[in-house]
């Protein structure tokens, strides 16, 4: 029943792909809701909560959050710019079970030294472990919805997680003031939405795929989940460059919580990341763009169409421009009674720590788009140095920093690390880019094609 108000909602044609521009608008609109979702259930825990419970539940989301996402080993970027359906949708899905089976034995081991250690924070990261491999289910998905250049999909799956996902766990923890059995409601719905909205319309997209493509003898086995390691060794291997790459970005992103972790308190954690998690707006919307354009990018780059490539990236960096520069001048002005408004009081004195973060998301926006360019020019294996580079410039400056000028220092370091990343992202694109083009006036399309695919 749910499918079929879906497809007459979108009107769907699931062999008919759709234009970039909408694409972006359903990956925007869910993206947003989604975002939105999560922030809010950081809002519900702020209010009804304390800053203490929030700093425990983020501390746990930093645990987690990097075994799941280097787990995914970024299969769905790959599987999206696999233009040539080098993959079936099977060998995608099998991988992406035994990488997420292996990080949920993780989290149970770590979860469980934590409890013998009387770590009250223990059940939290177990119960984030498992709502992060649903998440990821539903991810493995995506990749193929946005192979074929389907975005509408993720965008509603994403709307429909996120509108159950704040509603569940609103309705819960202002019932029972419990964060665990708020996070048992977050996982149910998105199970429901996993078992009966990704699996059903993944598996009518296979129906309807070009038989061109897709021989009718190969169809009926593309949904089986490959599970026989030999058969996934060529997929893992080429994707374990991304999925280091996908892990350090990761880090980067939560060594600043595990520096004030470690320096301040889980309070001063909790109000920290409050702030934090209202540049993810930006990020969200950067994101939205970025993995459509990602596709579209491949198609030129593996057709030669160097023109229309560095025209569509000149369009994302005028993007990145304006993310950021809406980002800094409104947390300038407004950011003190925006996180008054958005939590309590005692989150106000948190405005100059959030002006600063800004700055770095600005930052942060350009090298996300460099980073999608990188991976559509099939350069793989340089991206895992990059991350290690950004990874230690963030360590050193959030280490160094946080202990001389506390949280503002924190947001500083941050700053520092996304700074390093977009010059040596630039650094990499242009360098591509260029040697394309000089390639290109020697040589036809099949001999750029040939000689970048070994990038």
Not at 119 to 131: D, E, H, P, S, V
Not at 154 to 161: C, N, P, W
Not at 396 to 423: D, E, K, P, S
Request: aromatic share 10%.
């Amino acid at each position: 029943m749910l499918i079929q108000h879906s497809r007459a909602f979108l009107s769907l044609n699931p062999t008919r792909t759709r234009t970039l521009r909408i694409n972006f608008l359903w990956n925007a609109a869910g993206s947003a809701v989604f975002a939105l979702s999560q922030w809010g259930i950081l809002v519900v825990f702020a209010k009804l909560g304390s800053p203490i419970l929030v700093g425990q539940l983020v501390y746990g989301l930093a645990l987690t959050a990097p075994l799941f996402v280097v787990a995914g080993l970024q299969l769905r970027s790959i599987q999206a710019t696999d233009a040539n359906n080098k993959y079936a949708l099977g060998k995608y899905l099998g991988l992406r079970v035994l990488t997420t089976l292996a990080a949920v034995i993780v989290t149970i081991i770590v979860s469980t030294f934590m409890w013998a250690a009387g770590n009250q924070a223990a059940l939290i990261i177990l119960f984030w472990g498992l709502t992060k491999a649903i998440d990821s289910g539903s991810d493995a998905l995506y990749g193929f919805f946005q192979q074929s250049e389907r975005m509408d999909y993720v965008g509603v799956s994403l709307i429909l997680r996120g509108l159950l996902a704040i509603s569940s766990v609103a309705l819960v923890f202002h019932a029972s003031h419990s964060a665990l059995l708020a996070l048992t409601g977050l996982l149910i719905a998105w199970v429901a939405v996993l078992i009966l909205f990704d699996i059903p319309v993944a598996r009518s997209i296979l129906r309807s795929r070009d038989l061109k493509s897709y021989p009718i003898n190969a169809q009926s086995k593309m949904f089986d989940v490959v599970l026989d390691r030999r058969l996934l060794t060529s997929l893992f291997f080429e994707a374990a460059p991304l999925g280091v790459v996908i892990f350090l970005l990761t880090i980067q992103v939560q060594i600043p919580r595990y520096v004030v972790a470690g320096f301040l308190h889980t309070r001063e954690l909790g109000l920290f990341s409050a702030a934090a998690y209202i540049t993810f707006i930006g990020s969200t919307l950067a994101n939205a763009l970025g993995a459509p354009a990602c596709v579209r990018l491949a198609k030129y780059h593996a057709t030669g169409e160097r023109s229309a490539f560095l025209k569509l990236m000149k369009e994302l960096i005028l993007v990145a421009a304006a993310l950021g520069t809406a980002g800094i001048l409104v947390s300038t002005f407004a950011g003190a009674r925006i996180l008054a408004l958005l939590y309590t009081d005692e989150y106000s004195r948190m405005a100059g720590v959030l002006t600063i973060l800004c700055v770095g998301s600005a930052l942060s926006y350009f090298a996300s788009f460099l980073g999608y360019a990188m991976t559509a020019l099939k350069r793989y294996r340089i991206q895992a140095p990059i991350g290690f580079c950004v990874v230690l410039i963030t360590l050193i400056g959030c280490y160094w920093l946080t202990g001389r000028y506390g949280l503002m220092g924190t947001a500083f370091g941050v700053l520092a690390g996304n700074l390093g990343q977009l010059i040596m992202c630039a650094g990499v694109v242009w360098q591509t880019v260029r040697r394309d083009g000089k390639q290109t006036s020697t040589g036809s399309c099949a001999d750029v094609r040939t000689v970048e695919s070994g990038a």
